[in-house]
């Protein structure tokens, strides 16, 4: 006896009715059609759209006020950015941020690193803040190296005392510098290898942006990697690659169970000491003179704090040593006692 007709509606409530519509049945050609007609969804994403998806510049949130300062990019378009300038004898931090947010997000850290003596130069893409113009890889490189000539140019700032310091995003256009340009010594924080490859892991297009891992080893200077382990957004497999291809003297912090945005959060003070470390280490060797970086004097109360050794010795390690009380395992390679910055 052949089974009832089912009207439209009632098929409406049955599961085969939405998986014949929405799957069919299975043969590989529509497994084939289906694999392709993705892949080629994502290529015209990355053809077509790929800043929009690169590029996500929140609400402003911060005003052109007294406090901001105005530089000219390449092409004249006008850029905005804060500084804290070093005290006598300290280096200067060239920071760039990530995809998601502006200076003025960033303003506390920039303040708790000129607490104790460093200057800041920090800077917004194009579309954020109050920075003019649309981004893109091309001007974001040649915006990044518009600071650095507008920093360097400033009365007592060489490159020697300057590290750039590069998070997420930020870290490509930081290897760029590094690559490119003299400098004390570079910071990658929760970077990756390419823009792509945040997506996938296994290279799918014939093309890519922001390919970091192709430059890493053209840098000279010493490099500091810094990751957390729990990191769902930019993978740790990113920073391990990363400091696997860099030749020049290297560090690494990886912070146990920090993500993506709570680095700083999760390894405390190690995060703090680190950078001192790190700084003021490259800096001695660039410049073969001290930096010994002390707390402000706005802010006596620090007076002691994250205090380092004179001289810090770097050795070579497989891995490092787990810091229980941060969850934090350092990784070094030695850093000599001169080493020649690139110049260009």
Request: glycine residues 8%.
């Amino acid at each position: 006896m052949p089974a009832p007709r089912l009207s439209f509606r009632q098929r409406l409530r049955t599961p085969h009715f939405w998986r014949m519509l929405l799957v069919g049945e299975f043969t590989w050609r529509r497994l084939l059609r289906s694999v392709l007609f993705i892949y080629g969804a994502l290529v015209v994403m990355a053809v077509f759209f790929p800043y929009r998806i690169i590029f996500q510049p929140p609400p402003p949130s911060y005003a052109a006020d007294t406090n901001i300062l105005f530089f000219s990019a390449g092409d004249g378009t006008r850029l905005a950015a804060l500084y804290y300038p070093a005290d006598t004898d300290c280096p200067t931090l060239l920071y760039i941020h990530g995809n998601a947010e502006d200076i003025g997000q960033m303003q506390p850290l920039f303040e708790a690193l000129h607490v104790f003596g460093y200057g800041v130069f920090a800077y917004d893409y194009r579309g954020y803040g109050q920075s003019a113009g649309r981004p893109n890889e091309r001007n974001a490189y040649a915006d990044a190296d518009a600071a650095y000539a507008y920093l360097t140019n400033m009365p007592g700032i060489t490159p020697q005392a300057v590290i750039v310091h590069g998070r997420s995003l930020g870290g490509a256009m930081a290897v760029h510098l590094a690559a490119t340009h003299a400098l004390a010594g570079v910071i990658l924080e929760s970077t990756f290898v390419s823009a792509q490859r945040v997506l996938t892991r296994v290279p799918l297009l014939p093309f890519d942006r922001f390919c970091s891992i192709k430059k890493v080893p053209q840098i000279t200077c010493p490099v500091l990697v810094l990751h957390g382990t729990a990191d769902w957004v930019i993978r740790p497999w990113h920073g391990r690659q990363l400091y696997a291809a860099v030749r020049a003297p290297k560090q690494a912090l990886w912070v146990a169970g920090a993500g993506h945005n709570d680095l700083i959060m999760v390894a405390g003070e190690t995060y703090f000491t680190t950078l001192r470390e790190f700084m003021e280490e490259t800096c001695r060797t660039a410049t073969n003179r001290p930096f010994g970086a002390q707390p402000h004097a706005k802010n006596p109360a620090n007076k002691g704090k994250l205090d380092i050794a004179p001289e810090k010795v770097y050795t070579n390690s497989q891995f490092g040593k787990l810091d229980d009380s941060t969850n934090c395992v350092q990784q070094t390679d030695r850093i000599p006692n001169a080493t020649s910055p690139r110049t260009g």
